[in-house]
């Protein structure tokens, strides 16, 4: 039992179930009548994105196994076993999402194999795009649209109406990353990978995250007033981003160490999921 934590625990499992709220975020944003949440390409759709995403932590995992060595978080997970374990998941979960996504529409086999290439340019390693400052958070931006958009066309067609809200999605996932790549300064500056953290300082990176967690928010509140997004349903993803804001400058202005970004992170992860929650019982009664 201890070595099956051992293996959930490397594979990331927590953190791949987290992920999946954001592309689930698009078939939520897409229905409108309950029985369309519980037909049988949603349920496969969430299955095929848990396959997707554990395939991107496994090529993460593979390519930076070097750099997990000075990493404390990460050192310690699996030893000797990793890259078997890693290179064995990596290959098992790319064969299920693609068979996974083939049961629903052709569209998303290309959606998730773009989506599996882009996070593939991301983690390469050594010259990867989260080596370079700024171009591992429009990674981050781009490929939350292709998410949302993802769960969206199972329900509804593209529109330019999807496009504006994905984009505050979007917004959200980068500034998470930034978030992340402070979380992750010293062990990445020893390892001299170049993050937008580590080029541009801490304390520069602090105050994007800052503005960008701002603007999400700013951005919201513009689609709700200008009628892009529903109004009654969508007023948690403006208070979450109030809240969150309000919580960073009351508790946690001007620290800079790991263990605020931590605290920062298991908030706002907190406060989201609780503004997502609330979105559903709103789109389900109203």
């Known amino acids: 039992m201890k070595k ?14 987290m992920m999946l709220g954001f592309p689930a975020t698009g078939i939520l944003f897409a229905f409108s ?22 395939a991107i932590y496994s090529f993460n995992a593979l390519s930076g196994i070097r750099e997990d060595e000075k990493n404390e978080r990460l050192k310690k997970d699996l030893g000797s076993e990793k890259k078997i374990f890693f ?27 773009l989506s599996f290439f882009i996070w593939f340019l991301y983690s390469f390693p050594g010259k990867g ?9 429009m990674v981050h931006f781009a490929g939350q649209i292709i998410h949302f958009h993802m769960g969206y ?74 009628g892009v997004a529903d109004p009654l349903h969508c007023i948690p993803f403006a208070l979450a981003g109030i809240t969150h804001l309000l919580y960073r400058q009351i508790f ?18 907190g406060v989201y999921f609780i503004s997502g929650i609330s979105f559903l019982v709103l789109k389900l009664v109203f």
Do not use: C
């Open 4 to 17: 099956i934590f051992k293996y959930l625990k490397a594979a990331r499992s927590a953190e791949v179930t």
């Open 33 to 54: 009548a309950p029985e369309q949440l519980f037909g049988i390409n949603s349920f496969l759709f969430v299955i095929a994105i848990f396959f997707l995403s554990s």
């Open 87 to 113: 290179i064995s998941t990596l290959l098992l979960f790319i064969f299920l999402f693609i068979v996974f996504f083939f049961l629903i529409d052709l569209k998303l086999v290309f959606l998730s194999t």
């Open 129 to 137: 795009l989260k080596y370079k400052p700024v171009l591992g958070t």
């Open 153 to 226: 066309i199972i329900i509804e067609n593209f529109s330019l109406e999807s496009l504006l809200i994905s984009i505050y999605f979007a917004i959200l996932f980068a500034s998470g990353h930034i978030n992340h790549e402070l979380i992750d300064y010293e062990s990445d500056k020893q390892m001299k990978i170049n993050t937008g953290a580590v080029y541009f300082g801490k304390k520069i990176w602090e105050k994007l995250s800052f503005f960008m967690f701002l603007a999400a928010t700013i951005y919201m509140v513009i689609l709700i007033f200008s």
């Open 252 to 269: 946690l202005k001007n620290e800079l160490t790991t263990e605020r970004f931590i605290k920062e992170r298991s908030f706002y992860r």
